[in-house]
């Protein structure tokens, strides 16, 4: 019996070992779906989706904004083109709209955000107010996004709003980071306070006449 019951111990063990390496052998055959397929594509039906959603404007708090880059091909030469696409254009939805200073060009904005691909993936976030302190981007800055700067010349301080970017107006067809290229780009936004350019004697110019309360 001892000798019987020895070979099925061996016996079990190897079919164990069997099935083991199986599962091995499965694991890495398996294969990874990739986030990123078909990315350019997905993220155009994407966007052409939103540019709908604002355009039917159905809830009332969409707004759509042009590229001021279109008003002119250059200066003085004269208006561009009327047929303009989904990617002349940002789209904002307004969680709250809020009642103070629209920026210049020249001004500064100081807010807090999060940033997210598609699929949701946040790739940068400083959004809760109560543990981050707001961001101050110079809105004629080179480095800030054109999308950025679309909207920004149009909503007021106060304002709590999603802003969604087409690639063009974006990072483009180049990866930047974790962004993979040709990727819209989606914030949430605290539009916290306007900062205008310092004078030359080191104070704040005065706000414009139609700014002043």
């Not at 164990?16 to 052998?25: A, H, I, Q, R, T």
């Not at 091909?73 to 009642?99: N, T």
Request: hydrophobic residues 40%.
């Amino acid at each position: 019996m001892f000798v019987n019951m020895n070979k099925f111990v061996t016996w079990l063990n190897a079919l164990l070992l069997f099935f083991s390496l199986g599962f091995v052998s499965c694991a890495k055959d398996t294969v990874v779906a990739d986030p990123y397929a078909d990315w350019q594509v997905r993220n155009e039906h994407y966007i052409d989706s939103i540019a709908d959603v604002a355009h039917a404007n159905v809830t009332g708090d969409w707004e759509i904004y042009k590229n001021y880059k279109l008003d002119f091909v250059e200066p003085g030469v004269g208006i561009v083109s009327p047929e303009l696409g989904v990617a002349d254009y940002v789209y904002v939805q307004y969680i709250e709209k809020g009642s103070g200073t629209v920026p210049l060009y020249t001004d500064s904005v100081s807010v807090n955000y999060e940033g997210m691909l598609i699929d949701g993936t946040v790739f940068d976030t400083c959004l809760d107010d109560k543990i981050y302190d707001p961001i101050t981007f110079a809105l004629n800055d080179t480095g800030l996004r054109e999308g950025w700067k679309v909207a920004f010349q149009h909503i007021p301080a106060g304002s709590h709003f999603k802003l969604y970017i087409h690639p063009d107006l974006g990072y483009g067809n180049a990866d930047y980071g974790d962004i993979p290229a040709s990727s819209v780009l989606i914030f949430e936004i605290k539009f916290q306070e306007v900062i205008h350019p310092v004078g030359p004697d080191g104070r704040a110019l005065p706000l414009l006449e139609d700014e002043e309360s």
